[in-house]
């Protein structure tokens, strides 16, 4: 199977400018006719993308064509004399009630849905599906109007008119030039709330939101979540909203979290609905932020969209840079900014060190679905940020302007994004663009120098970027970093951006009142890993008095890191100096303002935090080491965990910055508590009073870890309340898979004959299986490798119903040489077999041969 690459891109051969689309809806044969009004840019062929579809009739110019005047293959219609400009009708029949990838259009629950992006399109008709083709959409869909009520696509609805025979036919037409990955058709029936929005350019915008029947009330929080979004946008970026309608669907069943299309986004149904009832606080934080990932993706995507899906971080890591500053502005920047971090290091971080590692911007793809990565996304968001920091926020704010000025309308590249920040600023990022082409994890090592006569200080600052799967050669990065110097004596501590754009450098400061405390990398100011030799003391002291709350909860996570990582080589339990103890009982008694950053504070780093710096992962002495660290805290801090607990009186639920921020800390004391003698009794305690999700699942999670004996009574009466929401029941299902112990699989195996459950609906799978394997690391990681081959068994299953939902499965496994021996050889047993499966999706292909050996 041969990938495609970014070397190879050739501009299209011919443009679209209409694409007329009939729709004449039916579960097993539905008719689509899509007129092309096709202009040559170049001399070449005609050639459209299409995948399992039936052709029914091509008509060039009013012509039926005959066998002999087009061919086609599996994924292609050639046309062989087309001519210049002129009109193509092709007929194709396609099967939505048979379609389990969810990509192209699908029948799940009712409700007719597409989804066309990455490269979906083609599943729907002969096209050229690639983003730099944008035409004119109106589409028109026919059905029957007592089972489809609601007939969806983008834009503005020119026409509804009822057909004699029971059917409704409705135009919709999109004045803005698209690409095919951004068209979306939906019809269904559904409950309908809307709402009106007025931007700041006096446009009235319909807001419209479509949800199951019955969950109208719990689409309200994602409507005001949108209106938000829409007016942060216009104040901090001065983008309004360029349509009269906005509407968005919630399906069950669907592969991604959202999808941007223009004027329709598509959504999965557990971001968007939620309630007091059925919702967690972070729920809440996620609909708000998918909300306006989507919404921002209006200008960052749709109006300037991609030359080529290498150029996929173009829109998604200024999307996603975009989501993290408007949830930042709506709640608490620190917890947003540790929330960010978290995914890079151990996500992020685990990729670069996988078969899989890439840069931001991919070089080389089979299957383009796999490229919708946490470096893509995230790492891309972190580019974007550096951005930000050298340019500062008028300067970026600058940057994005231009860049939307010049490209509004165009399917453009990475570079001309940096061109754009860099005319618009007189920056120079020649040397910056490496950060789009070098894939890996860079790492910083710092070296302090001071000099108490002169009072100078000298910092040496190293760079060095491992080699990764894809590129041996690394070559050194602009890398922002942010830095505090904390000085005893109480002079003001002083902050600094140091930018070290070679392997090796020096930055000094003169006259220093004494030797200051170096904080290193506040904010996480560029996507590395730097390690200092700092000892516990001032890690704690750093903790207790940086200015910079992540860079507190950084020291904490150094210090644990450093802590554990003793104890790994000595084989022996993590001995915890009496400066932390005296820490944590400060934080304890007298919590910070920010209650959200205290519980953070109280936090030990999770495995795969901690796993990211060691190769290969001791995972047994991990596992055990933070399972008795947990203990001995619970144990030292007994009285003061149980006065915090009790000292922080739940209030009626309310999702705001600081209920939440009380409820994370609550619920941390909860975590420990739960090892103690009367651990059991106040678990069941809290699950009883509890007035909301956030501090149910608290409970159930808490008697899980802690094993306590009322665990399992707990879950059924969890389970027995919430049949009828399946958004819980997931919640329960991710509970179920998390047991640490080895009644595990069973379990699992019951929840698979679930009522709710059902193979064909990613979000239950990923409940159960998901969960499993990233959440559940001690019988993920068994020595015996069950864990393993439970979750080969079940790609293979899920692969041949839906390809993209497997390949997302099976990332934990493609790591092998992360691990032991023993594991490995599991490991490379079960890819081997997974390889010489006969119908391999090309998702799964891609995947499983990237990793062998
Ligand atoms: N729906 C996905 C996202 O918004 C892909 N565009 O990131
Ligand atoms: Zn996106």
């Known amino acids: 199977r041969q990938p495609k690459r970014l070397a190879d891109y050739q501009a299209p051969i011919f443009s679209i400018t209409h694409t007329d689309l009939v729709f004449e809806l039916d579960a097993t044969a539905t008719r689509v006719t899509a007129t092309l009004t096709f202009k040559r840019q170049q001399p070449g062929r005609l050639l459209l993308e299409g995948q399992q579809l039936k052709l029914e009739r091509v008509r060039l110019n009013d012509r039926v064509l005959t066998a002999a005047e087009f061919a086609q293959t599996a994924e292609s219609l050639e046309i062989f004399a087309p001519g210049d400009t002129g009109?193509?009708?092709?007929?194709?029949?396609?099967?939505?009630?048979?379609?389990?990838?969810?990509?192209?259009?699908?029948?799940?629950?009712?409700?007719y849905c597409t989804q066309?992006?990455?490269?979906?399109?083609?599943?729907?008709?002969?096209?050229?599906?690639?983003?730099?083709?944008?035409?004119?959409?109106?589409?028109?869909?026919?059905?029957?109007?007592?089972?489809?009520?609601?007939?969806?696509?983008n834009g503005n609805k020119v026409r509804e008119s009822r057909l004699p025979d029971g059917r409704t036919e409705v135009v919709w037409h999109d004045p803005y030039p698209k690409p095919s990955y951004l068209f979306a058709l939906v019809a269904g029936d559904f409950d309908h709330l809307h709402d009106t929005y007025v931007t700041s350019t006096g446009r009235e915008v319909l807001l419209e939101f479509f949800v199951q029947k019955g969950a109208l009330a719990r689409s309200h929080f994602a409507m005001a979540a949108l209106k938000r979004a829409m007016r942060w946008d216009e104040q901090r970026f001065g983008l309004a909203y360029d349509l009269d309608r906005y509407m968005v669907v919630a399906v069950d069943f669907f592969n991604m979290g959202a999808m941007e299309n223009k004027g329709l986004n598509v959504f999965n149904s557990k971001f968007v609905l939620a309630d007091d009832t059925s919702a967690t606080d972070t729920d809440y934080f996620n609909i708000e932020s998918i909300i306006g990932h989507e919404y921002f993706h209006n200008w960052t995507g749709n109006r300037v969209t991609c030359r080529d899906w290498f150029q996929l971080s173009l829109k998604e890591g200024l999307t996603v840079f975009r989501d993290q500053e408007f949830s930042a502005d709506m709640g608490s920047p620190t917890l947003n900014r540790i929330d960010a971090v978290k995914v890079i290091r151990t996500a992020q971080f685990a990729e670069d060190a996988s078969p899989m590692a890439h840069p931001i911007r991919p070089e080389?793809?089979?299957?383009?679905?796999?490229?919708?990565?946490?470096?893509?996304?995230?790492?891309?968001?972190?580019?974007i940020r550096m951005l930000q920091t050298l340019l500062g926020k008028a300067g970026f704010n600058a940057g994005l302007a231009c860049y939307l000025q010049r490209h509004d309308?165009?399917?453009?590249?990475?570079?001309?994004?940096?061109?754009?920040?860099?005319?618009a600023t007189g920056y120079d990022l020649q040397a910056f663009r490496r950060w789009y082409s070098q894939s890996g994890t860079p790492e910083l090592s710092v070296k302090e120098q001071f000099d108490a006569a002169t009072g100078k200080l000298t910092l040496t600052l190293a760079q060095q970027t491992p080699a990764t799967a894809d590129q041996q050669e690394k070559l050194p990065l602009v890398i922002p970093v942010k830095i505090e110097l904390l000085f005893h004596d109480g002079s003001a501590a002083q902050q600094h951006l140091l930018i070290l754009d070679s392997s090796v450098q020096q930055f000094q400061f003169d006259n220093l009142p004494q030797a200051p405390l170096v904080v290193w990398l506040e904010d996480f100011s560029a996507p590395v890993k730097l390690s200092t030799d700092y000892d516990v003391e001032q890690l704690l002291a750093i903790a207790s008095r940086a200015s910079n709350g992540f860079a507190r909860w950084d020291a904490m996570q150094q210090f644990w890191h450093k802590i554990i990582k003793d104890a790994v080589q000595q084989s022996a339990l993590p001995v915890l100096p009496e400066a932390?103890?005296?820490?944590?009982?400060?934080?304890?008694i007298t919590p910070l303002a920010d209650l959200a950053l205290t519980a953070e504070l109280l936090t030990l780093p999770d495995f795969d935090t901690l796993a990211a710096h060691y190769a290969p992962i001791p995972v047994d002495a991990l596992l055990n080491i933070l399972q008795e660290t947990t203990q001995l805290l619970s144990k030292a801090l007994l009285p003061e965990?149980?006065?915090?607990?009790?000292?922080?009186?739940?209030?009626?639920?309310h999702y705001s910055e600081a209920d939440v921020g009380l409820r994370a800390l609550k619920n941390r004391c909860l975590h420990y508590l739960a090892f103690t003698a009367e651990g059991a009794k106040r678990v069941t305690a809290h699950y009883q009073a509890a007035n909301n999700m956030t501090d149910i699942l608290a409970a159930l999670h808490a008697a899980q870890h802690a094993n306590i004996a009322q665990a399992g009574e707990l879950m059924a009466d969890f389970a027995k309340r919430n049949e009828a929401n399946v958004h819980v029941m997931d919640k329960y299902f991710n509970v179920v898979a998390a047991n640490p112990r080895d009644s595990v699989f069973d379990a699992l195996e019951k929840l698979t004959a679930h009522p709710v459950f059902s193979w064909k609906n990613p979000n239950r799978v990923r409940a159960v299986y998901g969960a499993f394997s990233q959440r559940n690391a001690p019988q993920f990681h068994r020595k015996d490798g069950k864990g393993y081959a439970l979750l080969a068994e079940v790609v293979t299953k899920v692969d041949a119903i839906n390809p993209q939902l497997a390949a997302r499965l099976i990332t934990p496994l493609l790591s092998w040489q992360r691990y032991d021996d023993g594991r490995q050889q599991q490991l490379i047993m079960l890819l081997r077999e997974l390889a010489s499966l006969p119908m391999l999706s090309d998702d799964l292909y891609e995947k499983v041969h990237k990793s062998l050996p």
Do not use: H
């Not at 730099?132 to 869909?141: M, N, Q, R, S």
């Open 580 to 588: 932390l103890l005296t820490a944590f009982r400060q934080w304890l």
């Open 87 to 111: 009109v193509l009708e092709i007929v194709t029949l396609l099967n939505p009630e048979q379609n389990t990838a969810l990509e192209g259009l699908y029948l799940a629950e009712g409700v």
């Open 641 to 653: 965990l149980l006065g915090c607990y009790q000292q922080l009186t739940t209030p009626a639920y």
């Open 409 to 423: 309308g165009q399917a453009v590249t990475c570079d001309d994004f940096v061109q754009a920040m860099q005319d």
């Open 116 to 153: 066309c992006e990455a490269e979906g399109f083609r599943r729907i008709t002969y096209y050229p599906d690639r983003p730099d083709v944008l035409a004119v959409f109106t589409t028109t869909i026919i059905a029957n109007r007592n089972e489809l009520p609601f007939l969806l696509s």
């Open 364 to 383: 080389q793809v089979l299957e383009m679905n796999n490229f919708y990565t946490v470096t893509v996304y995230d790492k891309g968001a972190e580019v």
